[in-house]
């Protein structure tokens, strides 16, 4: 029996299974999250600095990628070693802390472990042992990686999106979430939806009202699960975008001009139309024409 088989006829082994890589993947979606946006920043200072024809004052130092410097603490720098990056358990071993200088580790670390591990059971649950579970796993890592960036940084990568967006557009020649008509619909209405609003709110009031990552991530969701997603995603988005803004403006005097970054909402609202997404819709449906 191939181990594939083992994992179709043995239901809990394959959930475990899956936990368990998520936790490891989660490891690794903190380097990206973490490292991504200092790439980036490297690189347009880089070009910057071409551009400006002046000396690059960090060009000398080790270019920083997901792979190299290996991890180390922020406060004393000391090198993370195999043994102390073992997912969620090596952080309740060293309680919460470094075990060079005793400074503490962010919780977030192990919450990003643990959501990866969790988003990816249920999409082994709802997907069975298949491909299909394989790339919405991969879609699911993904959204959390853009998630937390857009709150820190309020960025989208390009280098997430577009081949999220690609990757769902090939998916989708085989039928694999949707047909691939309203999969290329869908990307295509992804993108205009949010551009639409964008130039309807920037020609009215003079200001940007959203930031082309927003329209880039839509498109990339549209690729994924098609155009008949479109409307439930940009719903809940906006639905839970709005109560946040105004209940952080309510109870925290968030100023009103200060931006909010929509992408994690986007994230979130494309996660559940891809699990719940056709249950919901035909939900609505069946209330809709009862009442």
């Not at 990816?120 to 937390?148: D, E, H, N, P, R």
């Not at 997430?160 to 990757?167: F, G, K, S, V």
């Not at 990307?187 to 639409?196: P, R």
Request: charged share 10%; aromatic share 10%.
């Amino acid at each position: 029996m191939t181990f594939i088989a083992t994992l179709e006829a043995w239901p809990p082994l394959y959930l475990v299974t899956v936990a368990v890589v998520g936790l490891a993947f989660g490891s690794f979606l903190n380097v990206v999250i973490h490292r991504l946006p200092l790439m980036m920043f490297a690189e347009w200072r880089q070009q910057c600095c071409e551009l400006l024809e002046i000396e690059n004052a960090d060009q000398s130092e080790s270019p920083l990628s997901l792979s190299h410097p290996r991890s180390n603490c922020p406060h004393c720098g000391h090198r993370i070693k195999a043994i102390e990056n073992i997912p969620v358990i090596s952080y309740l071993f060293l309680r919460g802390r470094c075990s060079a200088c005793a400074a503490r580790i962010s919780p977030r670390y192990p919450l990003v472990e643990l959501t990866s591990a969790a988003v990816a059971v249920i999409v082994a649950w709802k997907f069975g042992v298949s491909l299909q579970a394989v790339l919405a796993m991969l879609l699911s890592w993904a959204l959390i990686c853009l998630t937390l960036i857009d709150m820190d940084h309020q960025l989208l990568p390009d280098d997430i999106t577009l081949p999220l967006l690609w990757l769902g557009l090939i998916a989708n020649m085989f039928g694999l979430f949707t047909d691939l008509h309203s999969s290329l619909i869908g990307a295509v209405a992804g993108y205009l939806a949010f551009w639409s609003i964008y130039i309807l709110f920037k020609f009215t009031t003079g200001k940007e009202g959203m930031g082309y990552g927003d329209f880039k991530l839509l498109a990339m969701l549209g690729a994924w699960l098609g155009w008949q997603m479109l409307p439930l995603i940009i719903i809940l988005s906006s639905m839970v975008g709005a109560i946040v803004g105004i209940s952080l403006i309510v109870l925290t005097r968030h100023e009103r001009s200060q931006s909010i970054p929509f992408g994690p909402y986007i994230a979130v609202a494309g996660w559940i139309a891809l699990i719940w997404g056709p249950a919901i819709t035909n939900q609505y449906l069946l209330w809709s024409n009862g009442a």
